[in-house]
């Protein structure tokens, strides 16, 4: 058997955190098989899904590195093929014309309510005579459900799951207007796309017991089901806006990488050890359903942090470059080689790509620098003095950062003072603050015009 695996959004709003752990469990269980990994837009609700929306799961899903074989499935695009299933369901006596109107439902549901009990329908038109149908209800098409016995879920992660048949009603498969519901659709989809594993979260397990009667009505051979928990906030509440990031895009604009965002999410509810640091291909190689575990996971934005600080280090210094560019708006090719020639050492310090921008927005100012408080203390008579000497002294180099560092040295020598003397006044007068990369090497990635500018601007203030 080839594992077949799929991810399926509704466009109904932003790809969440919590459908992207979803997508990565199933991509990464279908590869460690050999398996493939499938997309499948479920848009049947027409008036909340959007093209928009669509677009912004897709960008996600791209941007995550979680890339699906064969095409896009768009279920909207098959309600030809749910009807045909349901007909057929019809035909074989595994589901009826229901004409119960919304007035009668609406007192079945009050009188359950009256009764303190829960409401589940009984339809009259189960196994009545369709010609003593009203001519002026358009029916729907129910499922006809097992009344006796359990149905059972040996789900993958949850264990053996079991519900009485009487707790479940005759579900609506075709609308009177001839539209499928989505419960309907799903299982006709996932049939016929041959997926063999549905890892989705815990949350659609009620859904599965209706999906699994609508299985094996048609007689078709079930999926392995597993249902993974939910992510909660630190808080144990669930997940939502007052916790942080909860779309996958937010979390790319606060500067998270997206090697680093999966890393997290993979160790969100699976285990290996106490390995953290997992890359991709490790974790094609690791990743089993087995491994998950049944509790709540709860979002932790400092272990995020710590990862991502991890994954910048070691990061192209190109791409870093690039992303920089595009944060600070940088088009001029002098200010991206700058950025480029200090990359080495800001990248060492930055927990994020929005840290690490900030860190460089200093290469892309112009003179008369801002300067923060701090940086303006520093701005005594005698540090302007010595900041003139500085300047003369570094005008006599070559701009090599080991050429720089011995001109400081030299002078620092010369003048009985510390290099740390030299290094705070100097470096804010090159960044308009107390923080940078080595002195030398921030020197030399300014350039000889830029360096002596900024020093002499701040020197003759």
Known sequence: MTVRTRFAPSPTGLLHIGGARTALFNYLYAHHHGGQFLLRVEDTDRER???????????GLDWLGIQHDEQTVFQSTRQARHAEVAWQMLEAGKAYRCYLSPAELTAMREAAAAEKRPFRLVSPWRDRDPAEAPADIKPVIRLKAPRDGETVVHDLVQGEVRVGNIELDDMIILRSDGTPTYLHAVVVDDHDMGITHVIRGDDHLTNTFRQIQVFQANGWKLPEFAHIPLIHGADGAKLSKRHGAVSVLEFREQGFLPEALCNYLLRL?????DTEIIDRDEAIKLF?????????????YAKLTHLNAHYIRIADDARLVADVAGRLGISDPVVRERVAALMPGLKERARTMVELAEASRFLALSVPLAMDAKASAQFTDEARALLVEIAAALDATDFSPPALHAALQALAERSGKKLGQLAQPLRAALTGTLTSPPIDTTLAALGRDEALARIRAVAAA
């Open 49 to 59: 899904s959007t093209e928009a929306a669509t677009q912004m799961i897709l960008q």
């Open 269 to 273: 509810g699976w285990g290996h050890g």
């Open 288 to 300: 089993d359903i087995d491994a998950v575990g049944r509790a709540a996971s709860r979002m932790d």
